[in-house]
């Protein structure tokens, strides 16, 4: 064995080795950027409807809050609730195991007007993303939401134009 052989065995060995890790790169970075796209396109601000106790049916006419989502990194989203009913104001992450299902944890920041309030109160629920076109051809993004237990009932939310 000479040295042009040696030679040539590192040499392919380093040129293999760069364009594996070069593609590797590339698959990795193509698919975390669709996903990014697909996660940003669920930020924004939306409306909050409350589905009425035992009804599937749900008054699109009479909102219950307003809600902001927020992309933070890769599946994760982040949102402040504002409730008009009462003086209430929550804040959750939410993790998407999908484009189209997550789970969220939640707390109260405001309670009864008093920020932050003097009780601790938080939960989990999950949520729900389907998009449809509107009358317009246009997309248009609602969010079911459901609580983790009877108190909190469901709720759907509508993304605003």
Known sequence: MNFEW???VLTSFAVGWAANWAFQ???AYSATRADRQKYV??????TTHSFPKDSEQVDLVDPSGHCEITHEK???LRLRYDELAVDHAWEATIWMDSPYAGSMAWRYVRFFGKEP???HRFGF???QVVSKPRQDGMPQT???VSGDNDGYGKELWTKQR
Do not use: Q, S, T
């Not at 396109?41 to 939306?46: D, E, F, H, N, P």
């Open 74 to 76: 890769e599946n994760v």
């Open 142 to 144: 609602f969010i079911y």
């Open 41 to 46: 396109a669920i930020a924004g601000k939306y």
């Open 117 to 119: 309030p003097d009780e």
């Open 125 to 127: 629920k999950r949520c």
């Open 6 to 8: 040696w030679f040539g």
């Open 25 to 27: 790169w590339y698959l």
